[in-house]
């Protein structure tokens, strides 16, 4: 499904050709208008089983919107009426499959529906011309259960007055906020300067994968990348930097596969993953699997035997595994003065962390089971971990509430 320019010029969606003070100008303005022709049709009622899933740059059918969809598919079957938004459209076959309308971000088809949403769910930002309206409900889900970099307002870039404005208009408060940890909770709502009182302790819909026997997600991993029944797997997971340089930070990976190899025993393999937003493209080293375009970054996660990160959330997913993992943080002082300061001190982590290659080896090499697995017990106590593997559930029920009369 393409975008359609005849409602939004070129420029709303490839900012890339105009210099960004006139796109965020322009946009602004096109925003401006767009809300105003919206509250001209407040008189059309809202559909009340409408709920719109938007996930803007994310690929395919995942993060914690997968899973809440899932959720409402098995217990409300067609009763809803289900919309996924995404710039990447082509990517969404599991979704047609099920029966789901799937709509290009910001195309006619998107906006034309949006204007009757009753349940608008979101895993991130809101679009700038979006009007909440009376009778609608928005539900943010977010991407993480915990903050160990700063968000919201204690991370704003450099940016123009435009810039500014549209950035508040991206995250305006929503009705509900799903949260997965009191951690996250009480620092989210001061980032964005949101009432605690919309979140939901429900933890992540996402993670309540870690939580089932799904021998199936192992198999079908097996099968796509042609693996061996009992290759075990260190999964290399970096977050994004400002630059979105796609880039393995210096990582050796053949001595990496040694020392996991002499520590843990068994043959090992490198799944490489790059952020959502970093474009994917380098030459690796044979024993390394780029992975990048698995659409469901959870299920890596459920299959992996050893993470490795540097300041992502997925790492707080992980530890709910309680398998071990590894941060690799060799850019460290360059990532928290050029890119992005830590909202959670990093000595508080409760991951071994290593600054070089050299650190990493001995880190692996000195990896202690019963020290990490308190060490994790207790990081989770004191964030106030809600995860208890029934946040999809919770979610769900909470739309259908919204959506369904005799719920």
Not at 98 to 123: D, P, Q
Not at 262 to 273: I, N, P, S
């Amino acid at each position: 499904m393409k975008i359609d320019r005849k409602l939004l010029p070129s420029w709303y969606v490839e900012k890339k050709f105009l210099p960004g003070k006139y796109w965020e100008k322009r946009l602004r303005i096109l925003s401006f208008f767009l809300r105003c022709f919206q509250r001209m049709l407040f008189f059309l009622p809202v559909k009340k089983n409408r709920v719109m899933v938007y996930i803007h740059e994310r690929r395919g059918f995942s993060c914690n919107p997968k899973y809440v969809v899932r959720k409402l598919k098995e217990k409300y079957g067609n009763k809803l009426e289900i919309i996924w938004v995404t710039s990447y459209p082509e990517t969404c076959k599991e979704l047609r499959d099920m029966g789901i309308l799937v709509a290009a971000t910001n195309s006619k088809l998107h906006v034309s529906l949006y204007m009757r949403t009753r349940v608008f769910v979101t895993n991130d930002s809101v679009p700038t011309w979006a009007v909440h309206r009376p009778g609608q409900i928005w539900m943010n889900t977010w991407h993480g259960g915990m903050n160990y970099k700063r968000i919201g307002y204690e991370h704003v870039e450099p940016m123009s007055r435009d810039g500014f404005c549209l950035y508040k208009l991206e995250n305006r408060s929503p009705d509900v906020y799903l949260a997965g940890s009191e951690y996250f909770r009480r620092d989210t709502a001061r980032s964005f300067s949101f009432s605690e009182d919309i979140f939901q302790r429900t933890g992540m819909p996402r993670n309540d994968l870690f939580f089932e026997k799904r021998d199936d997600i192992r198999e079908k991993v097996v099968r796509r990348y042609d693996l061996a029944v009992d290759q075990r797997i260190v999964l290399y997971a970096p977050t994004f930097r400002r630059n979105m340089e796609n880039s393995t930070y210096g990582l050796d990976f053949g001595e990496l596969i040694r020392t996991l190899s002499a520590r843990f025993g068994g043959d090992w393999l490198v799944f490489f993953h790059n952020h959502n937003f970093v474009r994917s493209g380098q030459k690796l080293p044979e024993g390394v699997i780029d992975v990048s375009d698995y659409d469901d970054m959870q299920e890596l996660l459920y299959v992996a035997d050893v993470l490795i990160s540097d300041y992502s959330s997925c790492m707080w997913d992980y530890c709910l595994t309680g398998r071990p993992c590894f941060v690799y943080a060799s850019d460290v002082e360059e990532y928290i003065t050029k890119d992005r300061t830590l909202g959670f001190p990093m000595e508080q982590w409760p991951y071994p962390i290593a600054g070089s290659n050299q650190d990493l080896m001995r880190c692996i090499r000195r990896f202690d089971e019963r020290e990490y697995e308190s060490r994790v017990a207790k990081h989770l106590e004191d964030m106030g971990s809600y995860d208890r593997g029934d946040a999809s559930e919770r979610a769900a029920e909470l739309i259908g509430s919204y959506c369904i009369e005799d719920v």
